[in-house]
């Protein structure tokens, strides 16, 4: 439990600045440095536990069937990391509190670091890879957050976006290779990954699972060619840079290398990727670094370079080069957060950090100097400092292996090239800035800054001295401990001494300081071939390439997706005809072998003014009425259909939805032109027609092929029990008001929704009142023809009785709600056409969207009262009943459902027609806009 | 027969499909009537044809297949209800939008589009 509270600390520390934000500054320090200090002694309390090679525990269930648990791991890694993390961190509090100006908000800058300790914290502890994953971002924005601190600036939010885009990048490439670990182990849990090595190693996947792994590791240590974004990160305020890009954030990546190491480490593609990335950077970032102007321009190239030391230590697979790899980790992060604060107290108190106007600052801040020169010395590997130490296993090391044969002699070579530029770089640090003459063009005089802001300072230079003259009592335990639990198995031999005797590492290091003194002191030669060269702006190119890519991404998108309907519709039709048709393709033949029926001449009849009408509704589309004709033909054929082919309940409902969608229709082409324009180009014509023809093709050869086929139906069930289960004879309509009574339930919803829908689109429309037809034609004068209304008004009573009996009826034969509705409807309907809405409306004020509510509520009523007798929902009952004079009846329950049915499509159609009438005709369009 | 039928539903959903791609509302919802149509045949005949055999009990010994008729009948009612929407949607569109093309705006002429409510 106490693991978590490591966790936890820093997470609520997060919201003790914000808490104490009115408090005095240093009181807001105070009180955001106790949570981390209480973490950190939680830490040292388990170290004697983790010292003797133990990996403590806590697992947090939360969602156990995803593998996803809160699940932290504290071993020798974790340990030397989150040492760091809190240590430096609370240094950083510390000099924070002096280096932030009384402009800049204290506690905003606080929460963002507590935030950031938090995810790396949580990094290092997870023993759950999607945890760390989610961590891992978490560094990134936090990140991003502090380096765009001063916002004002426009390097610093350059800089920012361009951490978080190259990290973030990085983030999701490691995302992809943990969900592939994940994959290949069975299991997210970090344990069970690490065993699991040889597994990974040998499965397909290792190469792709290994690129992403390293890609995220290498975007996040700033390794080239990734590097980039460090030295621009470099805007942030310096504590963050301290912390983040030199103690922490920068060695994530180096983390996740070593974390994973017995997992992923030990192949020919991990040596080759990662030593070789390594040396490059190691190579790039310190020659670079020599002509950074820029104190922390020279940090962040220096860190560079140290972060591919590490990298290429890891890289090259033996056991003594992981040791050493974990001894640099720890030793350049004291020397350089050190610098990087050294860096920025010069700035503070000197107001610059320009290398070309720092000079001779030895007489203005002698202590600063001492320790800034200690440090500087340390990371150029002078004896007696602990730079010196892992430099020299890293140099025996580089002797030490074989990797590339007989050329393997280049690797020593490089690396001491390497460490000449290192030391050379450190002189110019050391020589440029504290002597060198006196300072030009200052703002400010320069001083020694507070005892405090210098303390974090004195403190961490201690360390590199102590660890340089002491190794094995400072860091001996905890070294050890990190290799065991990077290794996996026994950690080999080694000797932390000062002094190995006369040796060619110790002849390496002796090269490396005499020849960075050499190129140090003919530095002007080499800046002059340097200025040469042609310069690459970063963080142009990055943002020029950035903006191609949002380029790019537009123009496909907007090719995607240009707001054009046809488009989209074309691209959905091409994904049928693929979809439907290469089955079909796969098919030998289309025929499945049931007997067709014979085809006699009234069929032929039927089908031939079907096709003709639908054809010449495609011919008259432009004349919009004509069409409508049209396509009344086609549906009453499909009635007619409906009717040959055994089905008298889907020819009724079709026949009476004809009427009222045509009337629907009509109604409509008054608001709309009556004539299409012609717009579409013939090319436009022939696509659209060969992929209608396509589609028409592929649907037609589907339905012969499913009706040619014997097939076995479910409905034998239905037909069985509909009488003596439903108590109806009509099988369909007991499957609509019975069996699959819940289904039509949602149905008449759908429907009254659907009306309500309309409703609400009518209301406050901007009213659109043409005076004339489409040709110019005005209305006819005569209102309501009189022959229509005598004969509509005799009708009424007689549609109205039909729809009864069609209603009753239904449950025995052709008939039932939905039909009964629409026959209701349409003798409604006609009153409105022969007599006008007042005529109506005054005979018959009823608001149609009640009768939609009401019958929903009658088919929901009765579906809940059979709760009442303890029966599912919709649970039908009937019963046959012995009444004088009428005889034998049959009371079903189904029949009040049906009657909700009937309510409610009545409701419904009226809904829509009666509003879209009303827009009509009770104000008579005079005189006000043409088309 | 069933080739016969096939055949009309290809064409249907061909003429449907045609006038689903026009650029103006009207004959749109008129594509979507006709393929409505076609869809309700194609539901419709996946029970196999018929003739003479309403499944109505005890009017015939060899009775059609009633559940894609009752899935079709409640299908033409939703149909009517998705026709009468999307129509008025174009009449709303028409009278917001001052045209009546798909995309709301006619082609080359962006600034047709006016403030929608």
Redesign the interface.
């Known amino acids: 439990m106490t693991l978590l509270w490591i966790l936890l600390l820093p997470l609520l520390g997060s919201l003790v600045p914000v808490v104490t934000a009115n408090w005095r500054r240093s009181a807001c320090a105070m009180a955001t440095a106790i949570p981390p200090a209480i973490a950190l002694m939680i830490l040292l309390y388990h170290s004697s536990a983790v010292f003797a090679g133990e990996s403590l525990r806590y697992t947090l269930a939360w969602i156990p069937l995803l593998g996803l648990d809160i699940s932290i791991r504290l071993d020798g890694l974790a340990f030397l990391f989150s040492l760091l993390i809190l240590g430096i961190g609370l240094l950083i509090i510390l000099y924070a509190r002096y280096y932030l100006s009384e402009q800049d908000s204290m506690p905003r800058f606080y929460a963002y670091l507590m935030l950031f300790m938090t995810a790396m914290m949580g990094i290092v502890l997870s023993n759950n890879v999607l945890q760390l994953w989610l961590f891992w971002e978490l560094t990134s924005i936090s990140s991003f957050l502090l380096i765009s601190y001063w916002w004002h600036k426009s390097e610093a939010r350059r800089g920012a976006r361009m951490a978080l885009t190259v990290t973030g990048a990085g983030g999701l490439c490691l995302l992809a290779a943990l969900l592939l670990l994940g994959q290949i182990t069975g299991s997210y849990d970090l344990d069970v990954i690490l065993a699991s090595g040889a597994v990974i190693q040998q499965h397909g996947w290792y190469p792709l699972v290994l690129v992403l792994f390293l890609l995220g590791c290498f975007t996040k240590s700033a390794q080239f060619p990734f590097h980039f974004w460090l030295p621009n990160a470099m805007a942030a305020p310096t504590p963050v840079s301290a912390y983040l890009h030199s103690a922490t954030m920068v060695k994530a990546g180096i983390f996740l290398l070593a974390r994973f190491y017995p997992a992923m480490a030990g192949t020919d593609l991990w040596f080759l990727l990662v030593s070789i990335t390594g040396l490059t950077t190691l190579l790039v970032g310190a020659y670079l670094a020599l002509f950074k102007h820029d104190l922390k321009g020279l940090l962040a190239y220096s860190t560079i370079s140290h972060l591919g030391l590490i990298t290429l230590l890891f890289g090259m697979g033996t056991d003594l080069a992981a040791v050493a790899g974990v001894f640099h980790i720890i030793n350049h992060a004291t020397f350089k957060a050190s610098l990087f604060m050294a860096a920025g107290i010069i700035d503070h108190e000197s107001g610059s950090r320009d290398m070309r106007k720092l000079n001779g600052l030895w007489h203005f801040m002698p202590i600063t100097a001492t320790l800034a020169m200690v440090a500087a010395a340390a990371m150029a590997g002078v004896p007696l400092l602990n730079g010196f130490l892992s430099k020299e296993m890293f140099f025996a090391e580089t002797l030490h292996q074989h990797l590339l044969g007989s050329l393997s002699w280049i690797i020593p070579v490089l690396a001491t090239v390497a460490a000449i530029f290192s030391v050379a770089y450190s002189m110019r640090f050391i020589h440029d800035v504290f002597f060198n003459g006196k300072p030009k063009g200052l703002t400010k005089t320069p001083h020694e800054p507070p005892r405090y802001m210098r303390m974090p300072v004195e403190v961490l230079v201690v360390l590199c001295i102590l660890v340089g003259v002491a190794p094995g009592y400072i860091v001996g335990d905890l070294l050890y401990a990190a290799s065991l639990s990077v290794l996996g198995t026994a950690v080999p031999e080694y000797s932390l001494a000062i002094w190995h005797g006369l040796n060619l590492p110790l002849l390496m290091s002796v090269v490396a300081l005499a020849g960075g003194a050499l190129i140090y002191i003919n530095r002007k030669h080499l800046f002059d071939f340097q200025n040469t060269l042609p310069g690459v702006d970063a963080i142009n190119t990055f943002e020029a390439a950035m903006k191609m890519l949002a380029k790019r991404c537009q123009q496909i998108y907007s090719w995607l997706d240009n707001g054009s309907l046809q488009r989209y519709l074309v691209f959905l039709l091409m994904a049928i005809v693929v979809l439907a048709g290469l089955p079909l393709l796969q098919l030998d033949t289309l025929y499945g072998g049931r007997p067709e029926l014979p085809v006699d001449a009234v069929n032929a009849a039927g089908a031939a003014m079907l096709l003709i009408s639908a054809f010449a509704t495609v011919v008259f589309h432009r004349q919009r009425v004509v069409a409508l004709l049209m396509i009344s033909v086609v549906g009453l054929m499909v009635s007619i259909a409906f009717t040959r082919f055994s089905a008298p309940d889907l020819a009724l409902t079709q026949l009476s939805v004809e009427v009222v969608t045509i009337i629907l229709l009509m109604l409509a082409l008054f608001f709309l032109p009556h004539k299409t324009p012609k717009q579409s180009s013939p090319t436009r014509v022939i696509r659209d027609i060969s992929l209608a023809s396509m589609v028409g093709v592929v649907i037609g050869s589907i339905s012969y092929a499913i009706m040619t086929r014997p097939f076995n139906t479910i409905s034998d069930y239905f037909l069985a029990n509909a009488k003596t289960g439903g108590g109806g004879t009509n099988v369909v309509n007991v499957i609509l008001v019975d069996f699959r009574g819940f289904d039509t339930f949602g149905e008449i919803a759908v429907l009254g929704i659907a009306s309500l829908g309309i409703f609400k689109l009518l209301t406050r429309i901007p009213v659109f009142k043409p005076s004339s037809d489409g040709e110019g034609r005005p209305w006819a004068l005569e209102r309501h023809p009189v022959l229509l209304a005598t004969v509509s008004q005799g009708l009424l009573p007689l549609a109205l009785m039909v729809s009864v009996f069609i209603f009753f009826r239904g449950h025995n034969l052709p008939g039932g709600g939905f039909i009964a509705g629409l026959v209701t409807a349409v003798a409604l309907i006609l009153q409105y056409i022969a007599h006008g809405v007042e005529w109506v409306k005054s005979r018959m004020n009823i608001e149609y969207q009640r009768v939609v509510a009401v019958g929903l509520m009658v088919a929901l009523i009765t579906g809940v009262a059979s709760w009442l007798f303890n029966k599912p929902f919709l649970t039908s009952w009937f019963d046959y009943f012995d009444i004088p004079l009428l005889g034998k009846i049959e009371l079903a329950s189904a029949i009040a459902f049906d009657a909700g049915v009937y309510i409610t499509v009545v409701g419904s159609t009226l809904l829509i027609l009666a509003s879209l009438g009303k827009m009509t005709t009770s104000h008579r369009p005079v005189h006000t806009e043409t088309i | 027969?069933?080739?016969?039928?096939?055949?009309?539903?290809?064409?249907?959903?061909?003429?449907?499909?045609?006038?689903?791609?026009?650029?103006?509302?009207?004959?749109v919802?008129?594509g979507l009537?006709?393929l409505a149509?076609?869809v309700?045949?194609?539901l419709?005949?996946?029970?196999?044809?018929?003739?003479?055999?309403?499944?109505?009990?005890?009017t015939t010994d060899n009775?059609?297949?009633?559940?894609p008729?009752?899935l079709?009948?409640?299908a033409?009612?939703?149909?009517?209800?998705?026709?009468?929407?999307l129509?008025?949607?174009?009449?709303?569109a028409?009278?917001?939008l001052g045209n009546?093309h798909?995309?709301g705006k006619l082609?080359g002429n962006e600034n047709s589009r006016k403030e929608s409510r």
């Open positions: 027969m069933e080739s016969l039928l096939a055949g009309c539903i290809g064409f249907l959903t061909a003429c449907g499909v045609f006038l689903l791609l026009r650029g103006r509302t009207f004959p919802v008129v009537t006709m149509y076609a309700n045949l194609f419709f005949s996946s029970g196999r044809l018929t003739l003479q055999g309403a499944a109505v009990l005890g009775y059609a297949d009633p559940l008729q009752a079709v009948l409640t033409i009612v939703i149909g009517f209800a998705m026709t009468a929407y129509v008025i949607l174009a009449i709303r028409r009278a917001d009546d798909v995309d082609p």
